[in-house]
Every structure is written in C-alpha cells, then in structure tokens.
C-alpha cells in the first residue's frame, strides 16, 4: 500500500493523510461541520472566540505534521525500493504516535471540559467548544493512528531497534 511493502506501516501512512482531508472537507462547509479547525474559517471575530481559534491552530498543527511525517515514511519507502528499514521508519513513527495522541487529548479535552486560552489580559478559562461529526471522525482516526503506530513498534523484533 502507498509504494511500503509493511501492510502496516502503509496502513499507517494512510491514517496519516486522512485527518488532513477530512479537516479539508470540514472548510468545505459540507452539513458535517466545520471540523477541530472550523474557527480559523469562520467569519466570527477572533476577539469573540479566543479559545476556539487558539486550539485550532494547536489541532491544525498536530494534523498538518501528520501529514508531513507521513510524507516522510513515504518518501523513506521510495528510496528503499518499498522496504523500509525499521531503524529508520521507527523515529517517524514514535514521532506520529505522540502527535496523534497529543491532537486528540487537545480535542478531546476541548470539547468536553474547557480547555484556558491565553489572552492580552492573562489567562481565560472558557466552557467546551461544540463538538460536530467531522471533528469525532477526526479524533476517531487519530485514535486509530495510535493503535496501529503502537502495533507497529510492538512487532518489530529487538535487534532490528538497534
């Protein structure tokens, strides 16, 4: 899958991509809503919306170097002809996990507890932000990103870390 032999670790990269397109499919304004980004596109001024729209930047960069690290895995498998060395996909991988696992406590933590947003003034403690279908799809795939990067490293044999 995607030029690696690994069935995993091309499973892995396709996990990658996909949180970037359906944020992209979020700005598309489709019924599903807006996505973990929607307040960066929204007409609503930033002062009105300070917590949304730092913790968008936060999630948009958690899923913008996903999909950059899956850039990377990709291009290690072009070069090795599809067979990645697990020395040298293993740090991406590590790299992915905590990104992923990061983005969705953001979100997660957002959405159901109110997360404080700095401001000119100090520190604002906000209520949670609404959550809508494409940002739980969302945070389903990072979920999911999770569990495959740590499949991943849990089959990898010993000497082959080093």
Partial sequence: MFGLCDRRLGVLVGLLFLPFALQLLGWANTPLGGGPCGPI??????????????????MLWGISLLLADGFFILMLGFMHNGVVPPAQARPFVFFALAVALFTASVYLLDRTLGLPVPSPVGWLLGGPEPADAIGVLITLVLLGQVVVALGWLRSLPERSLA
């Fill in 41 to 58: 596109a929204s007409e609503r001024l930033l002062l009105e919306q300070p917590q949304a729209f730092f913790y968008a930047q936060l």
